[in-house]
């Protein structure tokens, strides 16, 4: 059966001022008056520090330096960066081209872009105003994705039980919160143990963060440690979310997301990938998936000091791919899915009737 999971209600949402901040609003982005508002997370969790880009450019370097990240977070960022583009035609498609190009892999933000470049087609035939009309797409697909990532984090929950270790990789974004707090609502106490995850450390930065003000006791490791702690009997459970997510149930996510995985199978422990709007349509397995490459700079220092000698060249592969086999379930908004059977996500009942990602 495809829907492992499909029996949870909808009572008891959260209230914007129980949420980690990484998950609130303002953690993320926000449109005030012809400037975007992004939390520079790349301050956290020493110092919090707002970045106001009033221009596409100054959004696309916020994705591309990484001030935001988080595969949702940033497709929210971008939709509020693309209204300032203007009204002309030809500037949105340009700027949409550029944010675009900004997170090649990631699939949210490729929806939101064009969900927006729609509804601007539509408004300029309508004449109506496309800064209103981009603007208001995003601020729906905002709140339909914070209600999204709240089901699949009440799916999640239920998957783990009280006393559990859990390992996770990067920052998992909003899913991975409404999990915790779903869990903490629960009565369930979890250990949650963060890989710091080279080179910008979301895991240590971020994702230790947002355990901690959800009530959670966090430990952070080395990329290099998840086995040796599986060995050691230490961890119970692999849980991820997914920038990308095949028909196949391949999964695309942070790189290091692989080793874990691999460590996570050969100890014979679950794996659960949080993806909550589901799979890619346009994506039928490994082959369709682009992976980025980025500057290999960014990993021969670390908090600004160098740690390789000059001359030697950094390689990094942005994200990695995990194979069906070593996924156990992928948890989105409508149900619990064996990775081999998430191609029936669109046959099942929509969460959200007209999502816009």
């Known amino acids: 059966m495809a829907i492992l999971d499909n029996k949870l209600g909808l ?30 997370r790349r301050e956290l969790p020493l110092d919090v520090q707002y970045l106001e880009c009033r221009t596409v450019e100054e959004v696309a370097n916020a994705i591309e330096n990484m001030a935001i990240q988080g595969a949702f977070s940033l ?43 729609l509804r601007v087609e539509e408004a300029l035939g309508e004449g109506e105003d496309p800064v209103r009309a981009i603007i208001d797409t995003v601020d729906k697909a905002a709140a339909d994705l914070a209600r999204q990532g709240w089901k ?18 990067c920052f998992p974004d909003r899913s991975y919160a409404y999990l915790l707090m779903e869990a903490r609502r629960a009565g369930k106490n979890l250990n949650i143990i963060c890989s710091e995850t080279r080179p910008y450390l979301q895991g240590a930065r971020l994702t230790s963060l947002c355990a901690q003000q959800a009530g959670f006791d966090a430990k952070v490791i080395t990329d290099g440690m998840s086995a040796y702690l599986m060995r050691r009997g230490d961890i119970d459970a692999f849980v991820t979310a997914a920038d990308r997510v095949c028909m196949d149930g391949t999964v695309c996510n942070k790189i290091g997301t692989y080793q874990h995985a691999l460590a996570a199978r050969a100890h014979v422990l679950p794996y659960y990938t949080l993806r909550q709007s589901g799979p ?28 390789a000698p000059e001359g ?26 064996s990775p081999r059977e998430i191609n029936t996500y669109f046959n099942s009942k929509p969460f959200i009737e007209d999502a816009i990602l």
Request: glycine fraction near 10%.
């Open 152 to 169: 699949t984090g009440q799916r999640a929950a239920n998957l783990l039980e009280d006393g559990m270790s859990i390992l996770t990789h």
């Open 312 to 337: 030697v060249q950094g390689l990094y592969p942005s994200f990695d791919i995990t194979p069906p086999d070593l996924v156990s379930a992928i948890v989105t908004d409508r149900g619990v899915f």
């Open 75 to 117: 497709s929210i960022a971008a939709g509020y960066g693309l209204a300032l583009a203007g009204s002309d035609a030809q500037a949105i498609q340009l700027s949409a081209d550029r944010l675009i190009n900004t997170r090649p892999t990631g699939l949210a933000l490729h929806r939101m872009m064009t969900a927006c470049l």
């Open 11 to 40: 009572e008891g949402e959260f209230k914007e001022s129980d949420l980690p901040l990484l998950i609130r609003r303002a953690g993320m982005a926000e449109w005030d008056d012809g400037v975007v508002r992004i939390l520079d």
């Open 280 to 307: 890619d349509r346009e994506s039928a397995g490994e082959t369709d998936v682009e992976v980025e490459i980025r500057s290999g700079d960014a990993i021969l220092d670390c908090g600004g000091e160098r740690t």
